[in-house]
C-alpha cells in the first residue's frame, strides 16, 4: 500500500525510493471483486493496483470527495490482513 508520493504507508520522504529494499506487502482477507470495485476510484476490477481517487477527487477538493475517501477508507479498515 503506497501513500500519495508512491511510498509505502508511513514514510514521509520526496526522495527516490527502492522497493527492493523494503519488501512490504499487504494481502487483505476480503478483499472481494465487488470490494474491488467498490474502492476504485474508476470502479476498476484490478485487484493489484487499487487508486482510491484520482487528481480530479482528491478529498482536499470538496466535502464531497472526501466523504466518499472516507468511505472507502471505512470498507478498507474492516478487512483483515492475512499472514
Known sequence: MLN?????????????FNYSNYPISANLKGL??????ELSWNNSP????????NDALNPI??????????QKLDLLAKLKSVK
Open 4 to 16: 500519495r508520493e508512491y511510498k509505502p504507508l508511513g514514510f514521509n520522504s520526496y526522495e527516490q
Open 32 to 37: 472481494t471483486e465487488k470490494k474491488v470495485l
Open 46 to 53: 484490478d485487484k493489484e493496483h487499487i487508486f482510491l481517487y
Open 61 to 70: 477538493k470538496s466535502k464531497d470527495n472526501m466523504a466518499k475517501y472516507l
